[in-house]
Nanobody, 124 residues
Framework: QVQLVESGGGLVRAGGSLSLSCAAS????????MGWFRQAPGKEREFVAA????????YFSDSVKGRFTISGDNAKNAVYLQMNSLKPEDTAVYYC?????????????????WGRGTQVTVSS
């Protein structure tokens, strides 16, 4: 059974940084694809970043490119999202997601497994 647990959310001022973690348990994830998504109140779930675990290639949405980085630790089965230069519009619940195929995908429908999310609030 696959389980994803996010942590690291919180309240930060605009311009600050936060680091989110996603602890994954279950099968070996080395051939999987991982992603971070977010959802603000009243809005649809939005792609943030993706990681291809096998070769560490990454993909970002235009809204976070240059500010966020995604990385993974195979030994710990963990994925991280480092968020810098945060803006109030980054406020959302952030979700970790996993897919059994390694490709980089920004469509949430491509991801079979989801965590429960962690709240990130950026004050102005």
């Amino acid at each position: 059974q696959v389980q994803l647990v996010e942590s690291g959310g919180g309240l930060v001022r605009a311009g600050g940084s936060l680091s989110l973690s996603c602890a994954a348990s279950g099968p070996t994830f080395s051939s999987w694809g991982m992603g971070w998504f977010r959802q603000a109140p009243g809005k649809e779930r939005e792609f943030v970043a993706a990681l291809k675990w096998s070769d560490s290639s990454t993909y970002f949405s235009d809204s976070v490119k240059g500010r966020f980085t995604i990385s993974g630790d195979n030994a710990k089965n963990a994925v991280y999202l480092q968020m810098n230069s945060l803006k109030p519009e980054d406020t959302a619940v952030y979700y970790c997601a996993a897919r059994t195929s390694p490709g980089l995908r920004d469509d949430p429908a491509r991801y079979a497994y989801w965590g429960r999310g962690t709240q990130v609030t950026v004050s102005s």
